[in-house]
């Protein structure tokens, strides 16, 4: 089957930018500049995107409209607080409610695509802030893109939406948003809370409000947990809970911050196990919903070493051909990374050097802390789908 592909960009989401913060939007600008010199915004089947920011009443769906006015008057008054804003997290900057919504609006404009029929997949790599609350700037995060356009599609008739976040950051907004809503499952997995932000949710009991049990999934890994253990906890939980939940289409969100040059978090995968991940959604999106992806990006902080190799992989996938590993970066994306952050080497490969092979889950494999970890996540939320948790086959 032919797949197309909307890619979403504009040089104008790069206004989302707080400054002297890890969330440089130089991370962006690299990514989309990698993806062009490898080709990869030149496959056929591809189609550039340019969008508009999100309404008035997109966000709303979301976020309450006192914070909304909130994040608008926040960059007028330098002694503003409240709302999560003007935070060493969230600083306020000049523009910010028309940047996010701009972020908004290109997730809503990825989401749009896939659901109506122009595109069989869709990306932005800008979006992916999953950490905004409905009432609260959090984590790096003004306004929620994944929830908002989530909504938005609920409101044009979707009634079965799986969410898989796999930033090293339990996708909490996006759990809140849709916590009591049975159309959506949302699944992270994610560096355990008692090591990271947001420090308070993501752990396995989480498992869905008052009629919508066993739609929040959470893999909650320990500290240190590299490409083997991941992809394990990964094939272990995330495809069985999907398929029985059964989505018409399936977001991700693609955060490159569990790589382990990532310097704000601490587990361990390679760019070859975040490939590895990109192409195991999409073969879930090519099994279940007849293509139907779309995929953000999120965090990442190692802005030159990391997030363009493995966003530019995840383009690669959500367009056509995985890259080979051992493709070489251009050197005028080279050359261009080095001028825009001198104090960083840009890499010269797309791989770590890895080559991640997919374990078997199997009950009782001992004391190691990542099985326990996908026990935990199992015995919590697969018979609320009519799975064994002890049952690899389920």
């Known amino acids: 089957?032919?797949?197309?592909?909307?890619?979403?960009?504009?040089?104008?989401?790069?206004?989302?930018?707080?400054?002297?913060?890890?969330?440089?939007?130089?991370?962006?600008?690299?990514?989309?500049?990698?993806?062009?010199d490898l080709g990869l915004l030149d496959r056929p089947g591809v189609q550039v995107i340019t969008p508009k920011p999100a309404t008035e009443s997109d966000l709303t769906r979301v976020h309450r409209a006192d914070y909304i006015d909130a994040v608008r008057a926040a960059p007028d008054d330098p002694f503003f607080s409240g709302w999560g804003l003007n935070t060493p997290d969230n600083p306020v900057f000049d523009g910010m409610h028309d940047a996010s919504a701009r972020v908004c609006g290109a997730t809503i404009a990825a989401a749009e695509a896939v659901w109506h029929g122009s595109a069989t997949r869709a990306v932005?790599?800008?979006?992916?802030?999953?950490?905004?609350?409905?009432?609260?700037a959090s984590g790096f995060c003004v306004y929620?893109?994944?929830?908002?356009?989530?909504?938005?599609?609920?409101?044009?008739?979707?009634?079965?939406?799986?969410?898989?976040?796999?930033?090293?950051h339990h996708g909490d907004g996006v759990q809140a948003a849709?916590?009591?809503?049975p159309r959506v499952l949302t699944v992270s997995l994610h560096e355990t809370p008692l090591a990271l932000f947001p420090w308070n949710s993501g752990f396995a009991t989480e498992t869905g409000g008052g009629g919508a049990d066993g739609t929040a999934v959470n893999v909650p890994l320990p500290p240190g947990t590299g490409d083997a253990g991941w992809l394990r906890a990964f094939h272990a939980v995330v495809p069985s809970v999907v398929r029985a939940f059964a989505p018409e289409i399936i977001f991700s969100q693609c955060g490159a911050d569990a790589h382990f040059l990532d310097p704000l978090a601490d587990l361990g995968l390679s760019v070859d196990g975040q490939r590895a991940a990109y192409m195991a959604m999409r073969d879930l999106a090519d099994e279940l919903c007849d293509g139907r992806w779309v995929a953000t990006g999120g965090g990442g902080y190692a802005l030159v070493e990391v997030v363009p190799r493995a966003w530019s992989h995840l383009l690669a996938v959500a367009t056509g051909e995985p890259l080979d590993p051992a493709t070489r970066t251009p050197e005028t994306w080279r050359r261009m990374a080095g001028q825009r952050w001198p104090s960083a080497e840009p890499p010269r490969s797309m791989t770590d050097g890895r080559d991640p092979v997919v374990e078997q889950w199997t009950p009782g494999l001992g004391d190691d802390p990542v099985d326990r970890a996908i026990l935990a996540t199992r015995r919590a939320v697969f018979p609320l789908h009519g799975l064994d948790p002890d049952d690899p086959r389920d």
């Open 1 to 36: 089957m032919d797949r197309t592909t909307a890619v979403v960009w504009d040089p104008a989401l790069l206004s989302y930018d707080m400054g002297a913060h890890p969330m440089n939007p130089v991370r962006i600008e690299l990514t989309m500049a990698l993806a062009r």
């Open 144 to 168: 929620n893109d994944p929830a908002v356009a989530i909504a938005k599609l609920l409101d044009q008739g979707a009634q079965r939406i799986a969410y898989l976040d796999v930033d090293v």
């Open 178 to 181: 849709f916590y009591d809503d």
């Open 124 to 136: 932005n790599v800008a979006g992916g802030l999953h950490h905004a609350m409905a009432a609260r």
